[in-house]
């Protein structure tokens, strides 16, 4: 961890002017790319009010955001209507009623980009309050940076507890390199001659005129995906803040585990030196921990307003699209296009399932070493701080930082195998009663009429 070279229970002493130059450049000044192009979308429709020193909304860029958004499937409705009547698809008779086929119509282009386009609202709603939190976050004196800096995609990295792990880990980091990339590069030429093999036999049995009948709902597919996918970014940009949070904690806290341990066994050994400290936790170092998790965890509270919703609208978006493309490979495997949005949708739910499994593990590795040193205080009472160590445990686990969906289904690697079952079980589904209908005698056959 950066300036880890500090005495055992001593805070960092740098001013808030060190660490924060100006309050609005907490997060987003720390990541303006991110967030400019969050702007050009509309998903920031924010400005820095200087003299009251927090970010106000926008009316005029909010406005035209929404609209724009609640217009877009609409747009792509008009490409996909302009390709059937260039190509002259209209061959086949219209065989669905006129008010079913109303209903559809307004369901699909007018009720569900309402839904969707909600989730710019709810960001705009409670996103200005997380920012004025993130930045009361970093003025916090504890025993490290508030982390600001956004790395994606999040990757687990190992906290090196001290020095002398960190010299040692040297001597096998070549090592993990080539057990981290040699599988990954070989499966990732595995599957590229797969994709080129699988194309180049479809594109040979493919027809033109079946793609030219499709490309219109495929099309359509994209701008339907368009803004599921850039919430579901922005939903991963603060899931990943916060995992980066959450790890500098865990680092801290292991570290602070370690140096107890060395402290105790130099203590209690035959030579003992008694101006070393039997302790690096202190009170008033768990205390000002407990603070800033305290400040954290309210953070969560209101990033959970928006990620709640947005994902869960997301999903059910992502969900519909896969089935729909799944049902589409079923029916003709010659329709290699639909394996594009359907990756789209699986990718992104992949992606918010990823991040917040990560969050959650940075997380759970926190009460781990909070269990491990409450164990150490059993064994040698009188060492560390018990009631303030305690009281921090149960700090942290009365509000997990885990992800939920659609009520209260967590977010996870387990949540996305469940999903995949379900994409293709409706798809399944949908495929046998289509076939069904398709089987069925028109009516006057069945009645003897001509």
């Not at 569900?112 to 709603?125: F, L």
């Not at 709902?217 to 990943?240: N, R």
């Not at 801290?252 to 140096?259: A, D, F, K, T």
Request: aromatic share 12%.
């Amino acid at each position: 961890m950066d300036g880890r070279k500090m005495e055992l229970g001593i805070s960092v002493t740098q001013s808030t002017e060190t660490i924060v130059p100006k309050r609005e450049r907490c997060l987003v000044e720390k990541n303006k790319l991110i967030f400019s192009i969050y702007r050009c979308l509309g998903l920031f429709p924010f400005r820095w009010d200087s003299s009251k020193s927090l970010y106000t909304v926008q009316a005029v860029s909010f406005a035209v955001a929404y609209s724009f958004w609640f217009l877009w499937p609409l747009i792509g409705l008009g490409v996909a209507l302009y390709g059937i009547k260039t190509f002259n698809l209209n061959e086949n008779l219209d065989q669905v009623d006129d008010v079913v086929e109303t209903s559809i119509f307004i369901l699909g282009f007018a009720v569900a980009p309402a839904i969707t386009t909600y989730s710019i609202k709810q960001i705009a709603k409670y996103l200005p309050e997380i920012l004025d939190d993130i930045s009361n976050l970093c003025e916090l004196k504890v025993g490290f940076k508030t982390p600001l800096h956004i790395h994606m995609p999040c990757r687990k990295q190992k906290a090196l507890s001290s020095k002398a792990e960190f010299i040692n880990s040297q001597k096998f980091q070549e090592h993990e390199k080539t057990l981290f990339y040699v599988p990954l590069i070989t499966l990732f030429l595995s599957i590229v001659a797969f994709i080129i093999a699988w194309v180049n036999g479809i594109l040979e049995v493919t027809e033109w005129s079946t793609l030219k009948s499709e490309w219109p709902f495929y099309i359509l597919q994209f701008f339907y995906l368009t803004q599921p996918a850039i919430t579901t970014w922005f939903c991963v940009v603060f899931i990943e803040w916060m995992r980066l949070v959450y790890e500098a904690l865990k680092v801290e806290v292991e570290y602070l585990y370690h140096n107890t341990l060395t402290s105790l066994q130099r203590t209690s050994g035959p030579q003992r030196d008694r101006n070393i400290p039997t302790a690096a936790f202190s009170k008033e170092s768990v205390k000002l921990t407990d603070d800033y998790i305290d400040k954290v965890q309210e953070i969560f509270v209101l990033l959970i307003k928006i990620i709640k919703y947005v994902a869960s609208v997301n999903f059910l978006v992502y969900l519909i699209s896969a089935v729909f493309c799944t049902l589409e490979l079923l029916k003709s495997f010659r329709l290699i296009m639909y394996m594009i949005p359907l990756a789209i949708s699986v990718g992104h739910m992949a992606l918010i399932c990823y991040a917040s499994n990560c969050l959650m593990d940075e997380y759970e590795h926190i009460l781990l070493i909070l269990k491990r040193t409450v164990r150490l205080e059993r064994h040698h009472p009188g060492l560390l701080p018990y009631d303030e160590l305690h009281i921090l445990r149960e700090n942290l686990l009365e509000l997990p930082p885990q992800v939920v969906v659609f009520g209260g289904y967590p977010l996870g690697n387990g949540f996305l195998i469940a999903v995949h079952g379900f994409i293709l079980t409706y798809a399944v589904l949908a495929n046998d009663i289509m076939d069904m209908q398709s089987n069925i005698p028109p009516l006057g056959n069945v009645t003897g009429n001509v």
